[in-house]
């Protein structure tokens, strides 16, 4: 029996297993509870909230001052901006009142050379032998487009105009009839062969369209027909 008991002791036990810890962990102290009332409760938080607004106290000034100077600076532009439309507004106007002015005379001073012009046409048509009563005639037919007025208010090429109308248009210069004679009466000499030949040439300067040579014709014509 000794023996069994021997036999069932090879294991030895390890009694360390069984003791205490030598160094329990600690427990962790309860928190402590804060005990207050809920005044003093609303006064810790007004305070906290004291604080944080004491930091942003002057906040709102300066939102405030920024805000008025942003207005300001839009109405310093939009003033900016209306005075220079008001400008340009003023410098169109201008424009417009020199554009109509030069207009104007231009108008006038055109109107002036036509009657220039007119006139020094129709003291020509007559020297050349045009009938009076085909002076208008004379005038609305001729291309006067080719006659100018200079800068001394000179008319030039009208002459030029005239011999033109002249050979294109060879009736409206006046013709002297000839008056017949009368047999027993008075004497009156007949007409020359002065008048006879100048004629003559009057036609052959036509058909050369030798104007100035027309013109001159018609006016010894006339002249010998008196």
């Not at 400008?87 to 002015?101: P, S, T």
């Amino acid at each position: 029996m000794i023996n069994e008991v021997k036999r069932d002791l090879r294991y030895k036990l390890n009694l360390q297993n069984f003791a205490e810890d030598p160094d329990p962990t600690p427990e962790p102290e309860p928190a402590k509870k804060l005990e207050m009332t809920q005044e003093e409760f609303d006064r810790i938080i007004a305070d906290r909230i004291g604080r944080e607004r004491k930091k942003f106290a002057d906040y709102d000034d300066v939102k405030t001052k920024l805000t008025a100077f942003e207005q300001a600076e839009e109405e310093r532009k939009k003033a900016e901006l209306t005075d220079k439309e008001r400008a340009d507004a003023d410098k169109a106007a201008a424009l417009k009142r020199a554009e109509d002015a030069e207009a104007e005379r231009d108008k006038a001073l055109t109107a002036a050379n036509q009657r220039l012009i007119k006139a020094e046409f129709k003291t020509l048509a007559k020297d050349a032998g045009i009938r009076s009563d085909a002076l208008e005639d004379a005038f609305k037919l001729a291309d006067v487009s080719g006659i100018t007025v200079d800068d001394e208010g000179n008319v030039v090429g009208a002459k030029d105009v005239l011999d033109a109308l002249v050979a294109a248009k060879p009736y409206l210069v006046e013709v002297t009839k000839k008056e017949p004679r009368q047999i027993g009466g008075a004497s009156n000499p007949d007409p020359t062969d002065e008048v006879k030949t100048l004629e003559t040439q009057l036609d052959e300067a036509r058909k050369r369209r030798d104007f100035n040579k027309v013109v001159e014709l018609s006016n010894k014509i006339k002249q010998l027909a008196k």
